[in-house]
């Protein structure tokens, strides 16, 4: 069974950093596509960042670009999220999630999410 465990959330001031990693297991991780969602309260899940099999491959929501970056190590079978000059809009859940390739911004493509992880930024 697929499983995937964020972690690294927390409370952080506006224009710091956060790096959420999510640990998978349960199949040959290199093989799939990983992505980086997120939930406000009172909003929809939005895409964030995603990745495809090799690092090579990278998706960004507009709303990040340039401040985010998404990476994967693939002998750790784990994803990170690097969160730089964090706003208070970023506050949310973030949810890792997998799926087959390529790597995709829409939450179908994606069959397996994990729990999430809260971010909070004050400003």
């Known amino acids: 069974q697929v499983q995937l465990v964020e972690s690294g959330g927390g409370l952080v001031q506006a224009g710091g950093s956060l790096r959420l990693s999510c640990a998978a297991s349960g199949r040959t991780f290199s093989l799939y596509a990983m992505a980086w969602f997120r939930q406000a309260p009172g909003k929809e899940r939005e895409f964030v960042a995603a990745?495809?099999?090799?690092?090579?491959?990278?998706y960004y929501a507009d709303s990040v670009k340039g401040r985010f970056t998404i990476s994967r190590d693939n002998a750790k079978n784990t994803v990170y999220l690097q969160m730089n000059s964090l706003k208070p809009e970023d506050t949310a859940v973030y949810y890792c999630a997998t799926g087959p390739p390529p790597p995709s911004g829409l939450e179908h493509s994606y069959n397996y999410w994990g729990q999430g992880t809260q971010v909070t930024v004050s400003s």
């Open positions: 990745i495809g099999r090799s690092t090579s491959l990278t």
